[in-house]
């Protein structure tokens, strides 16, 4: 042994500590590295027993799981999701996310689930799932971009803006939606002044003019007078339905008098008898030109259209309701033929 090992006094006896040393440290992290893995695995199980519910009516308990079932099954419950059958995509994203090995697709699957839930409107479920992922991997800007959705559609929007600092400092252009925050806070706060609430929104308004079409929206039920100050009549396309359904009185006749493209949209919906025909806007103008000949059966119809996932809606939105972005609605009008006295307001 003497002759195998050197002596202690020995240069290389120290390399060969050192090497040992250097074994064992290399081996006890490889060690703690499977047991984080395994708990990280345990306590992701022990979360999702919690979404386990009866309501998912797709029955999975006897399908035995084989690693190449992921794909298909992804994709069906895609499907399920897109269809609107939540609950059959929810029993399969949970069954996936029991039985597949790797952490990385779990995430992935679980990312899917939180937006399903969200979408099926359980959004306790939703938030709980998205922050779980966030605990393991917090730098995840799809997931706090998400996240700030769900707590701004449960109106906790101090939780909302609690997400804009670390998607900030992951280099995220985040004042649009900080101020979409404030505005929408703002909108729904009850404990303020009515003039302060006024003063606010036109604060936040010149801060960020992509809030248009919401603030003329919030102001003409507050500060009608103040809504008309700010009222541009070349963004008459913007507010063109808000406008259309104004009750008559609401409106600032001074205002419209003076302008020939509010002028004609009251002229056409009846409001002034004078005739005007200028409104740049082209079934408005032709609604004018029928209306002067005598031709008083038309009216227009809006549709909603989102600029950025070309989707279409028969309601106004502030989120589009499919790809979630922000001031992307396009107000989109119609020539119809009007039947019934449709004199309702979207206020
Ligand atoms: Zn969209």
């Known amino acids: 042994m003497e002759h195998i090992l050197p002596a202690y006094n020995d240069p290389l006896f120290s390399i060969l500590l050192i090497i040992v040393i250097a074994l064992i440290i290399a081996m006890m992290t490889y060690a703690w590295g499977i047991y984080k893995e395994q708990k990280e695995e ?11 519910s009866s309501e998912c009516s797709l029955d999975t308990s006897n399908m035995k799981f084989e690693p190449n079932m992921l794909k298909p099954l992804a994709l069906l419950a895609k499907a399920f999701d897109n269809a609107g059958e939540y609950h059959k995509a929810i029993n399969i994203y949970l069954y996936l996310i029991k039985y597949i090995d790797n952490n990385q ?21 939703s938030k709980n799932i998205y922050l779980e992922i966030l605990r393991t991997k917090p730098r995840n800007i799809k997931v706090l971009y998400k996240l700030g959705i769900v707590y701004e559609s449960m109106h906790m929007y101090d939780k909302a803006k609690d997400t804009i600092t670390p998607l900030y400092t992951l280099g995220e252009d985040t004042k649009s939606l900080e101020l ?8 729904f706060s009850k404990d303020i002044e009515l003039q302060d609430k006024v003063n606010k929104i036109i604060d936040i308004l010149n801060k960020e003019p992509s809030l248009y079409r919401q603030s003329i929206l ?17 963004r008459l396309d913007e507010l063109i339905d808000i406008l259309w359904f104004l009750p008559n009185s609401q409106l600032d006749l001074d205002i419209i008098l003076s302008n020939e493209k ?31 000949s005598g031709f008083e059966d038309g009216e227009l119809i809006f549709s909603y259209l989102c600029k950025k996932c070309k989707h279409n809606f028969p309601v106004s939105f502030t989120r589009c309701p499919n790809c979630m972005a922000l001031n992307s609605i396009k107000v989109e009008e119609e020539i119809a033929k009007s039947n019934t006295k449709t004199d309702y307001s979207i206020l």
Do not use: C
């Open 180 to 187: 979409f925050f404030d505005f929408s806070q703002l909108r």
């Open 42 to 52: 345990g306590n992701l199980l022990k979360f999702l027993d919690k979404f386990e």
């Open 262 to 292: 509010l002028h004609t949209l009251y002229y056409v919906k009846g409001y002034i008898k004078e005739p005007m025909i200028n409104s740049g806007i082209f079934s408005l103008d032709i609604l004018a030109t029928a209306k002067k």
């Open 218 to 234: 919030e102001l003409l039920k507050l500060d009608t007078k103040k809504a008309w100050e700010l009222i541009e009549p070349s």
């Open 105 to 125: 697709a779990k995430r992935e699957l679980m990312e899917y689930l939180a937006n399903t839930y969200f979408n099926a409107g359980f959004l306790e479920r």
